[in-house]
């Protein structure tokens, strides 16, 4: 073990090729962690923890007790009603932007409502050693709800809440999620360039932050406090987390009014709607779809004909299709009304006008999908009595 | 076709083989030690639905050291275990994991190999054992190829989990919160291949061992360690080294052998007087097709990677010559940087018998499982006795007569193996070392630790570490509150530090040859800058391509297929800084000083040199950014006030430089032997007048960022190192020098050609360069008679033990 002999020397060595002329204390003179002064607005409810209650007034989300947004998480789930008190709205502020161990939320927010009022409480750490105390005060604002509301975080905030609870040796009782970011990108991805929280915000809610920072920030400004304890470069960031979780509260009202129909005029992209509501109001998807394919959306169309196919609503399907394939040419409802006449109807010679329309377009099929469109002009000229080799 | 003893005989009977050959030993077969099932404790025998299965694979008995290792295991001992090449060694370790694991549903075990392929070759054969006997074990493998679908079930049910060190690293021991279910019920730790694990990547394996550790002790599971290692002069040691507890030696071999030839070979002397003698690359393909062309699975190792690629090719145009419609024989070239399907279609290949000869660098030196091999020919004797048995061991099945031939390149260290063949077959191979303290390699993964898990204030991490922890702090990388230390940066530290070598990056090789763009290989950045600068040529399993682009920004090197008749070789220019001195000793009345250096190197030309025949046929430039390192070394001053200094001034001008010259040649050839390294290793370069210390100065670095212990190593072994040196002049039976013993003009296609320092060009000097250093040393170590007793270690690396 030679080298740890002369560590000084050689850290002073290090020191000079890493950053030359930093002259650093020495490790034996440290200051017993002490209490930072409160930030403003901030109460100490635990030693190095800090809380911040505020109530806003917001719209009650509508949460009826069939909720097509929950039906559309849990297609598979009979799920027991619940009121609109037992959702809890929370969002982290880590200090780091990767997962590992080595990555803890310092800054925590859980929002309910409670009296027609929307109440959050902020949690802060303000340094290391009170992380336990700050999960004892966490917990159960979390665990006497039902769902959790969060943006991204099944995969993001619930893991990261679990490992540090197990770090600390907590446990976890963790809820049904509702994470608004799978809606969200079935209802805006292509939309938009993302679909951050931010984005969607300013977006769909069209809400504009004033003093806001962008998240990579975060982690920085908060090692800035523990180097300097200076709260100011902290205040962004409080009113940031803040804001994220009243938006979350305003999103989920906003995702189950555009399930249910009753939002009119903000952009969503209909085909991720109509799929949506499947599962839950199922004349409100086709509905939607319908409203898509007329748009000349292809995605709506097939898909609509597809599940009206499977619901045995032929006609129906049958007139998705017509439509989709007269005014837009789409093969692949041309083969399924080549199918449906063929097959169900017997139909062959008006099977066949569709297949031989399809091998003369301008752009007909290639390869084996040609070779496919052949044979089935072949079987058909035989069965409607037209075979070429008589 | 004549079978391998045939040949043998034949070759016996032929002169002018024989002349060559210094020593023929043949090992005689050894017979089997069994033993029964074993009986552990509380009388208890192994599970029996694990006896059922291994007797399904036609085992009814273990050999004697399978079974010590099961009783071992039982008792709760840690433990090495160390035979030779197939000899049931994997059965060593999942004998009792299996059997505990079919005890207790609960327990887990972590297995360690050092390369995926030798992880693949394990899930494959725990497979057969766990699948043929119907065993409630689940064996994954947990990899960076490892699809992320399958990672969640290999944390959540895999009872046995396969990984590497580098995984261990960068994947699972940051991430240890969602391995909560593993880490608590671990008990078993296997690390195979434990020898690879010395030198910087040992140290890098002793402080991941001290993380996960500390983890599983977080868990509460204090997991047993099975190890198993090649023959290596201390293997007992090293693991007790890597591990930092105690642990039992498993050593006596109990698996039969079948007859062995060894046989060493000195190729013959073109040139007695300037120490040529025929090359190396030729006679490794000579003998090779001689045995080739009658049927014997063959392997041939060859030092480096181009070399490895000149004699398949080689191996491969004579066997045209003689068999042109007759594809019968098929000899691949094997080495790192090839594509793994490659790599797997080639051992794949040589298991089945479809490939009948393989040219290898030493990546096939290691457990990977490419079936039995009748003949291992050395084209160069690798720089350790422990390599050399590794790859001679690559030849040999249970029962059958195996060969291998060990062919001695002109470099002094074969020149003095091949003079002294009893040195090989009669010592023990080198031993291992870690250095865990090294600075840089201490603190990344003291980082790396403290983002795991805080790090109470006194807690110690493989010793005391306040200073170090302080220091990150300064950093700002951790944060020091409430008596406990906290990783306080946003960054994922060991994202930033590979264990392998000092860059993580490897340059991607892109054939573009008419258009195309092809992924063909890829090479560490350090190696791309001598290997693949533009107008390289670079060999790639018998093609030939030309380098056209050389992006290392981008990681990038594009190549166009080409047809020259030439090779390319780097030549590389050193210049040495001294930046701090810690240390000051008196050996031999030599002054040596220990500090940190900052070592620039250069690639400035390359050599052009012919196939086949490997002549020179000119110089080309080289434009790319000198590479900088800040390492340890030793500077031996030849001060005139001090004894040493004080003989080498008594030469004459002309004789101060051929000896140091000549002196750095002998240290850089002989100190390997003693510090268990590769000559590329060490870096050695003299100054007849050194603008640091004013007098003639031998410089020996270590060729790592941040150096390895090498260079503090090498006081200790100083005397020894000398006294070879010596031993190896006297012996030589050159007249003026030769490659063998201080060096001379560089040799033909030897390739070791060393860079000396300013003022030792010109072929001037060359003459008289043995005497001088004959003298310097005869003169210089006589006087010390009575100060050598205590020092002076015999001449047999094998037996001395590292910096102890």
Known sequence: MGSRKNLSRRLETLRQAGSAGQSGKGGDQRPAPEAPPSPPGWQETAPLVYRKITTHSLPTPLAPADSPLLKALYPTMVLTPQAVEDYRFFDLETTGLSGGAGNLAFLAGVGRFRGGLFEVTQLFLSDYPGEGAFLDLLLPLLSDGVYWVSYNGRSFDTPLLRSRCLMN??????????DLLYPARRLWRGLFPDCSLGTVEREILIKSREL?????????????????????????VFSHHREDIL??????????????????????????????????????????????????????ALFLGGWLKREGRR?????VWEALWKRRGNTTAARELAVHWEHREKEYRQALEIVQAVLTRPFPPQGREKEAWERREQRLKKKAGLSDNR | MKDLSDLLRTLKEDPSFLSAVTRWEVIPETPGVYSDFPVLGRNRTLEPTLQEALEKRGISR?????????????RGEDFVVVTPTASGKTLCYNLPVIDRLLRDPAAKALYLFPTKALSQDQQAELNGLVEGGNLPVKVSTYDGDTPSSLRVSARETGRIVISNPDMLHSGILPNHPKWIKFFSSLQFIVIDEIHIYRGVFG????????RLKRICEFYGSRPRFICCSATIGNPRELTEHILERPVKLIDRNGAPRGEKHLIMYNPPLVDAVQGIRKGITNEAQRLAVRFLREGIKTIVFARSRVRTELIASYINKSLANHFTDNGRIKVEAYRGGYLPGERRAIEKG???????GVVSTNALELGIDIGGLDLAILSGIPGSVASSWQQAGRAGRRNSLSAAILIASVSPTDQYLVNHPEYFFSQNPESGYVDPDNIYILMDHLKCAVFELPLKNGESFGGPVDELLGYLEEEGVIRFTGDIWYWADRSYPSEQISLRSATTENVVIIDT????????????KPSAKELIFENAVYLHRGEQFMVTRLDLENLKCHVEASQVNYYTDSVVKTDIKVLEEDREDRILGLKILTGDLLVRTQVAKFKKLKFQTHENLGYGEIFLPEEEMHTRGVLLCFDPEERAGAVFQGLDTDNQRRAIAALGTLVQNVAPLFLLCERRDLGVSERIRDPHTQWPTLYVYDNHPGGTGLADGFIDKLPAILHASRELIQRCPCGNGCPSCVGAQETAGDGNGRDHGPGFTGPDIMPGLKQAADTLLEKWLSGEADGLAERDEPWVPGKTSPGA
């Open chain 1, 169 to 178: 040796r907590r446990i976890l009782e963790e809820r049904m999620p509702v």
């Open chain 1, 212 to 236: 806001d920072i962008p998240g990579e920030e975060i982690p920085h400004r908060y090692f800035s406090y523990l180097r300097d304890r200076n709260p100011g470069l902290l205040e962004p």
């Open chain 1, 247 to 300: 938006t979350l509260a305003a999103l989920l009202g906003l995702m189950e009014k555009l399930l249910l129909g009753l939002l009119e005029g903000v952009p969503r992209d209909l085909y991720g709607l109509g799929r949506l509501c499947m599962t839950g109001n199922q004349e409100r998807a086709v509905e939607v779809l319908q409203q898509g394919a007329g748009s000349g959306d292809t995605r709506c």
């Open chain 1, 315 to 319: 006609r129906e399907a049958v007139a």
């Open chain 2, 62 to 74: 273990l050999y004697s050291h399978q079974a010590e290792s099961c009783i071992a295991a039982d």
């Open chain 2, 203 to 210: 140290s890098h394996m002793t402080n991941l061992i001290r």
């Open chain 2, 350 to 356: 040589l298991r089945d018998g479809h490939v009948h």
């Open chain 2, 513 to 524: 040859t008419g258009g195309r763009h092809e992924v063909i290989g890829e090479m560490d």
